[in-house]
Structure formats: structure tokens, C-alpha cells
């Protein structure tokens, strides 16, 4: 059973740093084809994708979002981080990480509400 | 970058109604890699079609998805009260893997 689960802080000061992990179960992101991809939804707006990271470790960001993110792995603990510098008000959000299967969302993680908040 | 347009913004209907979504790319999507996903508030989002046709494993088969190139549609055929939530495309054919805005399906 693929389960995913988002754990980091649920409040953060403008102009830090976040860290968020994704740990994982039922899968591995050694296995070919697999990948994990992060996702977020602004209260009252739309999802909006941020980033993947394929199981040969092959990344792709958000354009708009590529110079503050980073998605690095680590198959041994089987989990991966996002790491988003420079947070400001407007990313508060609920964040969520996905298995895909191809570029295919398809089991997502329960989401973790972060606060940017001074 | 594909851009994808959601219509309409709220969709008001009556349980035992039939809705249709749309969403338009602003490119044509290869291999009809569209995916619509249903989210509840306090929900995590739940794939329902994809690969523009596919009912994801234990979709109800009220949920039917059509379209080609750059134009795509989501039907659900008889809403039942569970199914008043907000629908997204998704494609990803293309890196960055866009979403569209949204449809809110709300009762009438």
C-alpha cells in the first residue's frame, strides 16, 4: 500500500528557510519509472506544482519558483525534502507530496498547513 | 509552458444533475496526458481520470473524461451529494506539470 506523509514546521518567519520531508511507504524512489512530486494550495486558491524529483534523481521545478527550491532524496531513510528559501506571506499553504508514475500524481499525502507568519 | 483554463469558475446544480467541465490548454497536450483530480476542503486531492479517458481504480463510472489536443472535458453524468467539491486538470506531458484553476461544483 503506497502511503505518503509530509512533516516539517507549521510556522515559519518571512525570510526563512522551509524544510519539509516526505516520508514514504510501500514503494522506493529506486524503483525505475517512480518519482515524487511536491504541490501546495494557497487557502481559497488553486493547487499549484512546485517540483519533482525522479528515482535516477532527475529534477524539475516551477519555473517561477526554481531559483528558491531545492527536492533532494534519500533512498536509504526512503524519504525526500523540499527545502524553500526566502519564504514570504504569500506561501502559506498546504503542502503535499505525491507518488507519480510517469509525470501521473496518483497517491498523495494527507498535506501539512504552513504558516509564514513574523 | 502549457497553460490550462478552467470553466466554468462555479458550476450550481441539483443532485441527480449532469455536469461538464472544460479545460483548455493553451498547447496541445501530447499523448493526452490530462488528468482531472476532485479536492474536498481538508482533503488531500483524489486522481479520478487520467491519461485524459482513465478512470483511476475505484472511480464510480458516473465520472467520464473526453477530449483531444487542447480541449478536454469532465462530465459527471448524475451528481450525487458527495460529488459537490472543486475539480482540477492537471497535464503532464510537459514539464512544469500546470494545474488549471479550478471548477467548484456547489449545490443549488
Known amino acids: 500500500q503506497i502511503t505518503l506523509k509530509e512533516s516539517g514546521p507549521t510556522l515559519v518567519k518571512p525570510t526563512q528557510t522551509l524544510t519539509l520531508t516526505c516520508t514514504l511507504s510501500g514503494f522506493s524512489l529506486s524503483e525505475t519509472a517512480v518519482g515524487v512530486g511536491w504541490i501546495r494550495q494557497p487557502p481559497g486558491k488553486a493547487l499549484e506544482w512546485l517540483g519533482l524529483?525522479?528515482?535516477?534523481?532527475?529534477?524539475h521545478y516551477s519555473p517561477s519558483l526554481k531559483n528558491r527550491l531545492t527536492i533532494t532524496r534519500d533512498t536509504s531513510k526512503n524519504r525526500v525534502v523540499l527545502t524553500m528559501t526566502n519564504m514570504d506571506p504569500v506561501d502559506t499553504a498546504t503542502y503535499y507530496c505525491?507518488?507519480?508514475?510517469?509525470?501521473?500524481?496518483?497517491?498523495w499525502g494527507q498535506g501539512t498547513l504552513v504558516t509564514v507568519s513574523s | 509552458e502549457i497553460v490550462l483554463t478552467q470553466s466554468p469558475g462555479t458550476l450550481s446544480l441539483s443532485p441527480g444533475e449532469r455536469a461538464t467541465l472544460s479545460c483548455r490548454a493553451s498547447q496541445t497536450v501530447v499523448n493526452s496526458y490530462l488528468a482531472w483530480y476532485q479536492k474536498k476542503p481538508g482533503q488531500a486531492p483524489r486522481l479520478l481520470i487520467y491519461n485524459t479517458f482513465n478512470r483511476a481504480s475505484g472511480i464510480p463510472d458516473r465520472f467520464g473524461g473526453s477530449g483531444s489536443g487542447t480541449d478536454f472535458t469532465l462530465t459527471i453524468s448524475r451528481l450525487e451529494p458527495e460529488d459537490f467539491a472543486v475539480y482540477y486538470c492537471?497535464?503532464?506531458?510537459?514539464?512544469?506539470?500546470?494545474f488549471g484553476g479550478g471548477t467548484k461544483v456547489e449545490m443549488k
Open positions: 505525491g507518488h507519480t508514475s510517469g509525470w501521473l500524481v496518483d497517491y
Open positions: 492537471q497535464q503532464y506531458a510537459f514539464a512544469p506539470l500546470n
Open positions: 524529483i525522479y528515482w535516477d534523481d532527475v529534477k
